[in-house]
């Protein structure tokens, strides 16, 4: 059987997130009616990371058990806010979620003083004072292993709660502030709770020294403010 591997992008905006909901828009739903539609074939699919609703993808993996479509026929019936950027054979038993051995993600905050149209659609806009020495002081005590139970939604599936972060930092590039992680995987909703704990230290609205106590088990109540979706974006998955 062949194992086909897909590579995709996509404006997280007008979706539920990735998996398929009852009388949802799924990116999910989307892309299997796609492949329905060309294989004329019930597959399914497996994904690398499973983006919340609004959340966006510029590597996102997909893969299952079937033939490669024609890239050029597949993108002329997905919708415009979704593209693959690469379809092909995979090798045997090839699993986008199981074989994977990391995921990234990128958040965007706009830091000026008024609202940019242009950025608004993928970047948080935060025009509050931030002190980035605290972001960095932050963002340096993540790699490694840790308890994350204070950065996911109390009622949540999760029953595992340590996670393997191998790298994260802040940039700065002009009026954006740019969060980059890379983690074995992500608790729910982790990389927006993170982002508004050390945002919210930032401004002064937290103690700045608390992200080593977070990462120790704490309850959710303990951290900051979930973000929202908009600036958050899957930028890879590592194999």
């Known amino acids: ?101 990391s995921r990234s993600y990128r958040y965007r905050v706009w830091t000026r003083s008024s609202l940019s149209p242009f950025n608004a659609k993928s970047a948080l806009w935060w025009p509050y004072r931030l002190d980035e020495s605290v972001l960095h002081s932050c963002a340096a005590q993540l790699p490694g292993k840790h308890d994350f139970r204070a950065f996911t939604p109390s009622q949540t599936h999760h029953r ?27 608790l729910r909703h982790m990389n927006r709770i993170l982002i508004g704990t050390m945002l919210e230290a930032a401004s002064g609205r937290r103690p700045a020294d608390q992200m080593g106590d977070l990462l120790m088990g704490r309850p959710r109540s303990h951290a900051g403010r979930t973000v929202p979706p908009h600036g958050l974006c899957l930028t890879g998955v590592r194999y």
């Open 160 to 186: 595992h709660y340590r996670r393997h972060v191998m790298r994260a930092a802040w940039r700065r590039d002009a009026e954006i502030l740019e969060f980059s992680i890379e983690a074995d995987s992500f």
């Open 1 to 101: 059987m062949t194992v086909t591997r897909l590579v995709l992008e996509y404006d997280g905006r007008p979706f539920a997130g990735w998996a398929q909901q009852p009388g949802e828009r799924s990116v999910e739903g989307e892309l299997l009616s796609a492949l329905r539609k060309l294989l004329r074939r019930e597959i399914s699919l497996e994904v690398a990371g499973r983006t919340d609703r609004g959340v966006h993808a510029l590597g996102q993996v997909v893969s299952y058990d079937g033939p490669v479509p024609s890239l050029s026929s597949l993108n002329a019936v997905l919708p415009t806010e979704i593209a693959v950027t690469v379809a092909e054979e995979a090798p045997h038993r090839f699993s986008a979620r199981y074989d994977a051995v």
